[in-house]
Structure formats: structure tokens, C-alpha cells
């Protein structure tokens, strides 16, 4: 079947704008996770879903990011007053259940000028 | 917290070498192993695991890596590389049995190979 998707591939944006990126995770598959890339690095976890419920945020860097699943498929992460810092590749993955593979989508390339 | 150190940034070789790259980590838990591979303009997939049993794992397209607990150590190695293995490599662990399942991944290395 399909895999991870993600939109929009790329966003530009300038500073202090509101931005929201998209995941369609696999169909089935209870387990959501969002990461993020910045150049030269590898990803680096933000907030995973169980369902409906966000289970652990505690990487989200502070208060500006935020993300919803409000029917335990698609989600969103939503970031407020972005800043240049933010400027990164948000991945998202997902999984069958908490304890299977994760499978990745090709990320959302977020410039913030 | 766990941490994942890739002590190889950039490995340049030509086809038919063997490569090694390196993996290390950091908790004194039982966590599990994983390598993941991006190819170009490509998604991270999953290269191979290792959750329990034997230490030595075999993935996909010739690869294997080896957990050695003692030196916290998950190296990955394929014995002749081909030009299509060009690719970033991650190394990721998650803690065994938490809630989440939640990837600290390494800084990734990225390997060229020359035809």
C-alpha cells in the first residue's frame, strides 16, 4: 500500500509566521512519530502518538511547537512564531504499534528567511 | 538519556571494498539496534535490527551488523560494497520495552562509493 506521506514538501516562510505541516501516516498503523533534521545531523525525536493522544512530547523544543491527531490518523505539527532556527526537515513516521518498525516519509523541507 | 555517537562522518571507497562504520552507544539498559539508510532524493528505510538473540544480524542488500554488549557497539558492515550502496547511514537505538519506542538516532555517515 501507499507510504508515508507528507505535504508540503518544501515551505518557505518568514520569521514569526505560523506554519503547519502535514502527515498521512500508513492506513492501520496506531503509531505516529515526528522528528526533526537540521543539516548535517541526524533526526531527532519531537512527540510520538498512540492514537488520538500525544504519549510523550517531550521533545518538542519549546511551547511554540505544537501537534494534534485529532482522528488518530493524519497529524499535524504546528509551529508559532517561527524563527531561522527553525529551518530544519520534519520527518514523520509511523508504525504498525509502539513496538514495530518504523516507516518514514520523505519529510517536509521548512526554510524560515 | 541515551546517546549514539557514528564515528565516521565521510567514507569515500571504491566498489568490491568492505566497509565498517561505526556505532556506539550510550545507556547501561538493554535498548534495541537499529541502522537505517537514505539514499538519494530517498526515505529513511530500515537496513536491519536487533531486538534479542544472536549478535550477529543480517539485513537487507548484504549488510550485517554486529551488537557487541560489552563495548556498546552496533557496527554495520557489508563485504563488498557496490555503487548503489552510496548513501547517508543512521544509527538508532530505543530503550527495550519503554512506552513510545521513540528512535535517538546518530549523527549519520555518508558514504560514497566510486565506480
Known amino acids: 500500500g501507499a507510504g508515508v506521506s507528507q505535504t508540503p514538501s518544501n515551505k518557505v516562510t518568514e520569521k514569526g509566521k505560523y506554519v503547519e505541516l502535514r502527515c498521512d501516516p500508513i492506513?492501520?498503523?496506531?503509531?505516529l512519530y515526528w522528528y526533526r533534521q537540521s543539516l548535517g545531523q541526524g533526526p531527532e525525536f519531537l512527540i510520538y502518538?498512540?492514537?488520538?493522544?500525544?504519549?510523550?512530547d517531550s521533545g518538542l523544543p519549546n511551547d511554540r511547537f505544537f501537534a494534534v491527531r485529532p482522528e488518530g490518523s493524519v497529524s499535524t505539527l504546528k509551529i508559532q512564531r517561527t524563527e531561522r532556527g527553525d529551518s530544519a526537515v520534519y520527518l514523520c513516521?509511523?508504525?504498525?504499534?509502539?513496538?514495530?518498525?518504523?516507516?518514514f516519509g520523505p519529510g517536509t523541507r521548512l526554510l524560515v528567511l | 538519556a541515551q546517546s549514539v555517537s557514528q564515528h565516521n562522518h565521510h567514507v569515500i571507497l571504491s566498489e568490491a571494498a568492505s566497509l565498517e562504520l561505526g556505532c556506539n552507544y550510550s545507556?547501561?539498559?538493554?535498548?534495541?539496534l537499529f541502522w537505517y539508510v537514505q539514499y538519494p532524493g530517498q526515505h529513511l528505510q530500515l537496513l536491519l535490527k536487533?531486538?534479542?538473540?544472536?549478535?550477529l544480524v543480517k539485513g537487507i542488500k548484504g549488510f550485517e551488523a554486529e551488537f557487541i554488549k560489552s563495548k556498546f557497539s552496533f557496527n554495520l558492515r557489508k563485504p563488498s560494497v557496490q555503487w548503489s550502496d552510496t548513501a547517508e547511514y543512521f544509527c538508532?537505538?530505543?530503550?527495550?520495552?519503554?512506552?513510545?519506542?521513540?528512535?535517538?538516532f546518530g549523527g549519520g555517515t555518508r558514504v560514497l562509493v566510486k565506480p
Open positions: 513516521a509511523s508504525s504498525f504499534s509502539e513496538l514495530e518498525t518504523q516507516y
Open positions: 492506513s492501520g498503523h496506531t503509531a
Open positions: 502518538f498512540q492514537g488520538t493522544g500525544a504519549a510523550d
Open positions: 545507556y547501561g539498559g538493554t535498548v534495541n
Open positions: 536487533y531486538f534479542s538473540g544472536d549478535p
Open positions: 538508532a537505538v530505543n530503550v527495550y520495552k519503554a512506552a513510545g519506542n521513540k528512535l535517538t
